[in-house]
């Protein structure tokens, strides 16, 4: 089924859930001169959304 974008619709992102997870991992940064800027991190935070849109749905 395609929906027609032609109506004006508002998007809201719902965070239901938020999360540490403890792991050494390695991060590359693109700042500065280097483009290979390289460290060390020890977590990742997670966090799950809902992408809502309310709107004129009607067809």
Known sequence: M???DS???KRNL???LRFTL????V?????GD???NKRIENHITVSV?????CGN???
């Open 7 to 9: 109506f004006a619709t």
């Open 57 to 59: 749905t009607k067809n």
């Open 34 to 36: 280097k483009l290979r």
């Open 49 to 53: 959304v809902i992408d809502m849109e």
């Open 27 to 31: 991060v590359f940064d693109g700042e």
């Open 22 to 25: 403890f792991s050494r991992h």
């Open 2 to 4: 395609r929906r027609s």
């Open 14 to 16: 719902v965070e239901i």
